[in-house]
């Protein structure tokens, strides 16, 4: 019997209350059972979802409400209570962000990196939903590589190596997290889960982003430039300038680029990144906008077939 079976008479309300009365974050709180956590058939849908991503050459996968909002909303309140971000150097990168103060981190990299004081009260409200992250990125992974995972021959082992919350204002330096890849494309997958609008510290009119930007944009697949450029109008340009006998230039259908795809994101909505994939956290005019992001490192390992006898 799993630790999620054993705990299935704990409702939201008795974690809600365990989460708001613990006086020692080494202690954690009551684990809800993961059916409170995540939607009901989330696995079957990853594995549709990713096959026909993977046939439009996607990396990445964004599902709706993987998360339940109202557990993210029993989270809320401690939330605010203890999130404090801390001040981080980077090289800047394309995001051009050197100095970067809008996260609190839970779990950061081995040698202090990027800080050396990770949040560990945190950390321990939200260690219920980091194992569920982990188990529902372990599913998409599988999928998405399964070329290179054999059934029977292969498994992986995930491990966290860095775990942050992010609050997103409308103020320079602070609205956006411009393209980029996650960890400099050193790590080999990411998660991203959207969090609530904040209606306990101001009304949720005040705080709410909505209609005024956020969001995820990725550039990933493939799309034909010329045929852009042919709805666009420009086909007839490019012929003239060809030295084909059908016009255009030799092997100019061949020539392929991201797409630009872009996702309105809310509350419990889960992204799911491969390594080195380019995606941005869209900026935002109002409101505040709040995420969890963990990074992965994953480790295939040989299946022990002495187990299975």
């Not at 992986?156 to 103020?171: L, S």
């Not at 061949?254 to 419990?268: A, F, L, N, T, V």
Request: charged letters at 25%.
């Amino acid at each position: 019997m799993s630790k999620n079976d054993e705990n299935v008479s704990i409702t939201t309300k008795d974690y809600e209350a365990s989460i708001h009365t613990s006086s020692s974050p080494s202690i954690s709180p009551l684990s809800p059972p993961s059916s409170e956590i995540v939607r009901k058939d989330v696995k079957k849908e990853i594995i549709r979802q990713v096959i026909r991503q993977k046939l439009s050459k996607m990396r990445h996968l964004v599902l709706p409400e993987v998360i339940s909002p109202d557990y993210l909303d029993s989270l809320f309140p401690k939330l605010l209570e203890l999130f404090n971000p801390q001040t981080v150097e980077y090289n800047g990168g394309i995001a051009k962000v050197k100095q970067w103060k809008i996260s609190c981190y839970l779990e950061v990299m081995e040698g202090g990196i990027p800080c050396t004081n990770p949040n560990m009260p945190l950390l321990n409200l939200f260690t219920p939903l980091l194992h569920q992250c982990n188990d529902l990125f372990t599913s998409w992974y599988k999928q998405q590589h399964s070329y290179e995972i054999r059934p029977n021959v292969h498994d992986i082992k995930v491990k966290r190596i860095m775990t942050f919350i992010t609050r997103y204002r409308p103020n320079p330096g602070e609205n956006a997290l411009l393209k980029h890849v996650d960890g400099a494309g050193k790590v080999d997958g990411s998660v991203v889960v959207a969090l609530p609008v904040d209606r306990w510290s101001d009304t949720e009119e005040a705080n709410s982003f909505v209609g005024h930007g956020g969001g995820l944009t990725f550039w990933d697949g493939k799309e034909s430039v010329v045929e852009e450029e042919e709805k666009e109008g420009k086909i007839e340009e490019e012929k003239k300038e060809g030295d084909t006998p059908f016009g255009g230039k030799l092997g100019c259908r061949r020539q392929y680029r991201p797409k630009e795809i872009q996702y309105d994101i809310r509350s419990g909505d889960v992204a799911f990144i491969d390594r080195a994939v380019w995606h941005q956290a869209n900026p935002i005019s109002k409101g505040t906008r709040w995420a969890l992001v963990i990074f992965y490192d994953v480790t295939k390992v040989l299946v022990d077939q002495k187990e299975g006898i």
